[in-house]
Every structure is written in structure tokens, then in C-alpha cells.
């Protein structure tokens, strides 16, 4: 089982890694020079973070699925006391993965903060993210923050993603320990996926609404990912047509970028074309090789693949840091035309970006997950 050969699952990472950037700075910088050719609604492609939550289950259950069958306890007990190096393993790879990236940024931020902010009621609450993050209740914070329009916390925001995760992490690998046998593992995976995503989240909507960050509307990719990780098997892939299979990873991406910008009013199913879309192209990329490789973009996609979590993880800071000094003294903005000025605002956010997220990748990510498998 060699995840690193999956090379379209990588690629997918890096198209959700623009769709991200798309979102988020069509929600911080006015683009005019943008709005002028395309409707700003049509630029956010929110459906990303599904996306990413669809890889996650499939590369997280891949990585751990062949380690229980070699489990022959029959307890869970048993096997809890059996399993437990690898549980502890699988935990530290986790951690090193995501927190050591997770406690630079909030550095940054803190730093920024206390350069811009004058009222330090940010403090306590940055002091608590990482503890809620790490215990998977930041996307309900996040939620608070967003109702009290407390935009300086906008450069932590894509955190709450993290939470969603974390709860995954933290007790996916326990219910798959108490599962019988991978065909028990699969049948559970699949009807976890299948109850979120047509049962629970649609009743939970009818009652409360559809929120954005609510892990009900949020999870059901997620399980549905380790479904496919139980059907995927080494040299296990389809033939197809390469033309016939990229048209199907174009129409799916598409559908993920824009089918929830079509949505007037969002709806009790408003997620559900999203969701499919994403594990379907999470299921083309594992099972039919080459399908996500388009002509010009596979490069950048790769690249960005590759540096996926330092590329979200920074953005939103970046943004805020970028969009903040350039509209201060410090740079010459009533030399230009508007239009102009948020051009160029926008060109130096994007170089900072891949600048500022190769840094964190080769200083912090890269050398934290390689202490965490050692």
C-alpha cells in the first residue's frame, strides 16, 4: 500500500488548494478588475473544504486499514491493548502533521495582532484555539465569531476545518478497531456517509438551518473517503479512456466549484451535489490513474498538492497582513487608479503566498512529519 503513488490525489489537493484562495480573497480584497469580466458569486468555490474532507478520509483509512487485520484478538479490549503502539503512532503522525504548522501561525497572528489591535480581548480567545482545535470543537467557535463579526480572527478561521478533522482522527480508528473485519469496516463506512449525508444533515437543517462550519453538515465526506479507501487495493485500477476519463474529473471539479454558487437560498439537500461531486472525483483519482492530469495545470497542481496544508494554513493571515499594510502609509496607493491598486494588491498577496508557504513547508511541515513517522 503505497499512497505516494497516488498521484491524482495529490493533484486534487492542489485544485482545492485554488479554489481556497479564490474563496478567500474574493471575500478580502475587492477584485474589481475581476468583477468586471465575472460575477463575484461565481469566484467562490466553497465546495473545496469538501474536498479536502473527501481526500482526508480516503489518505487517513488507507493508512491505517491493512494494520487491523493483523490484529487476532477478538475483544475490543483485546485488541485496544494489542493495537495500542500503532493507535499511539497513528495519534503522533497526526499531531506532528498539523500542530506544529498550526502553533506558527497563531504566533503570527498573535504578533500581527498586537501590532494592528489596540483592544486585546483577542488574546484569551487565541490562547484557547489551539486546545479547540486539538479537541474538535474550534468549528463551533469559529461559528460564534462569525455572528459577532469578530473579523480579526479571520487569519485563524480555516482552523475549524482542523476540528472537523480531529474528531475523525481521534475516534475513527477506535470504531474501525471494533469492527470484525474490513467487509464490517466498509458496510459501517458507507452507512455512516450515507445516514449524514441524506439523513441527518438534511433533518438537522429542516430544524436549525444549514450552518456552515456544523460538523453534521460536514462529516459525511469524510466517511464516505474510508469507504473508498476499503474498495481501493494495490493495482486495482480501471481502464478508461484518458479523454473520456479527464472530461469526468473536469465536469465533477466543475460542479464542485460552482454548484453551491448557484443556490439562491441554500436548501435542505444544498450540500449533497457538492459531496457526491467531491467522492467521486476522490474515487476517479484513486481508481482510474491519470484522470486528474490536465494538460498545462498538472505542474501547479502538484506543486500545490504537495504543499497543500502550509498553503491553507497560512492564507487567511496572509491576506489579512498583505491587505492591511498596503493600504497604509507604508505604500503608495493614491499613485494609482483603484482598479489598478487592488491588481496589484492582489499580484503581491499571491507571490507572498507561494513565497511565504514554501517557507513554512521546508522549515516547519516537512522536517515536524518526518519526526512524526520516525
Known sequence: MKTKFLDDIERLRGFACILILVQHIAWICPLRFIHEIIPFKLLIGSGAVHLFFAISGFVVTLSIRDKFNALQENTFLDKLFSAKDMLLSFYKRRFFRIFPVVLLVMITIGIFLGITESNLDWVVQLLRAPAEVFFGVYNNSVELFVSSEKIHFSGCGPFWTLAVEAQFYL????????????????????????????????????????????????????????????????????????????????????????????????????????????????????????????????????????????????????????????????????????????????????????????????????????????
Open 171 to 374: 475516534l475513527w480508528p477506535l470504531a474501525l478497531l471494533a469492527c470484525k473485519d474490513d467487509n464490517v469496516r466498509a458496510i459501517v463506512s458507507l452507512s455512516l456517509g450515507l445516514f449524514f449525508l441524506f439523513v441527518l444533515q438534511p433533518a438537522v437543517a429542516a430544524f436549525y438551518g444549514n450552518k456552515y462550519y456544523a460538523i453534521y453538515n460536514n462529516i459525511s465526506e469524510l466517511f464516505l473517503g474510508a469507504f473508498l479507501a476499503f474498495l481501493y487495493k494495490d493495482n486495482s485500477s480501471c481502464e478508461c479512456c484518458g479523454k473520456i476519463s479527464n472530461l469526468i474529473t473536469v465536469v465533477l471539479a466543475m460542479l464542485v466549484w460552482f454548484y453551491p454558487n448557484s443556490l439562491v437560498d441554500k436548501t435542505f439537500f444544498s450540500n449533497t451535489v457538492v459531496i457526491c461531486s467531491s467522492v467521486f472525483l476522490v474515487a476517479m483519482a484513486a481508481f482510474v490513474p491519470g484522470s486528474f492530469r490536465i494538460p498545462v495545470l498538472s505542474k501547479l497542481f502538484d506543486y500545490l498538492g504537495s504543499r497543500s496544508f502550509s498553503f491553507y494554513a497560512i492564507q487567511l493571515v496572509l491576506a489579512n497582513i498583505v491587505v492591511y499594510f498596503t493600504n497604509s502609509t507604508y505604500f503608495p496607493r493614491e499613485s494609482f487608479y483603484e482598479r489598478d491598486f487592488y491588481m496589484y494588491q492582489f499580484i503581491i498577496f499571491v507571490i507572498m503566498q507561494f513565497i511565504v508557504s514554501e517557507f513554512l513547508y521546508r522549515i516547519i511541515e516537512k522536517p515536524s512529519r518526518k519526526f512524526g513517522r520516525n
